[in-house]
């Protein structure tokens, strides 16, 4: 009976036992690194992957935002040219003010109009094996504003376009889906890739554009 007590005795002062600080940190510390170890590569796994970057991305950005703050300033100066006090009739000064903005506008309009299809990069959900193709494409271009436009279509949509300045075009628009920032928009039914960043031997990029069909030359 003595021998049991004291082995209970025992017990109930080692369940009392309180650990060590320094245990308890170290634990914590491990614990912690685990957590963000495994969140890290939870992100990576989640994060899109990009295959395709446009060469001319920051010049077409830049372009687009040059033309449109060139013609906001024409209209907004245009008022002030008949407030000069000059000894020109009003109908001149009326024409030399239309002619202005005029001109501003058809400029904005050319660029837009060669630059909106210019895609700056194209991202896949998750990394392909090699010889395999991606179900759908993320493929970004730029907005009205110059603001990142994603278009988000199945790879089965897309087939050669033959406007100028544009590669590829959307068959059926029911099945894409847009984004300027996070919110939705009309996707982008044509678009341009460089021929020669997609003609690299063994990459993703010349196998998907040889299954939209346009292969070497376009």
Not at 120 to 139: D, F, S, Y
Not at 177 to 191: D, W
Not at 211 to 218: E, H, N
Request: net charge positive; proline share 7%; glycine share 6%.
């Amino acid at each position: 009976m003595l021998r049991l007590s004291s082995t209970s005795n025992v017990l109930k002062r080692a369940s009392h036992v309180k650990p060590s600080p320094l245990r308890v940190i170290i634990a914590t510390s491990a614990s912690s690194r685990t957590k963000r170890y495994f969140t890290t590569q939870q992100k990576e796994q989640d994060q899109p992957v990009t295959i395709y970057t446009g060469p001319l991305a920051n010049v077409a950005k830049k372009l687009k935002l040059f033309s449109i703050t060139s013609l906001g300033l024409g209209c907004g100066i245009s008022p002030f040219v008949f407030a000069i006090d000059v000894p020109v009739p009003f109908i001149a000064k009326a024409a030399l003010v239309g002619a202005a903005v005029a001109t501003s506008a058809a400029s904005t309009g050319l660029i837009q109009w060669v630059m909106s299809p210019y895609v700056t990069k194209i991202t896949i959900p998750k990394q392909v094996e090699q010889g395999q193709l991606p179900k759908e494409l993320t493929i970004h271009t730029l907005s009205f504003t110059a603001k990142d436009h994603a278009t988000t279509v199945p790879l089965d949509s897309i087939e050669p376009s033959s406007r100028i300045f544009t590669s590829w075009m959307i068959n059926d628009l029911s099945l894409a889906k847009g984004r300027i920032g996070q919110k939705e928009a009309k996707p982008k039914p044509l678009l341009y890739v460089h021929p020669e960043l997609c003609e690299e031997e063994q990459s993703l990029m010349k196998d998907i554009v040889e299954k939209t069909g346009i292969g070497k030359g376009f």
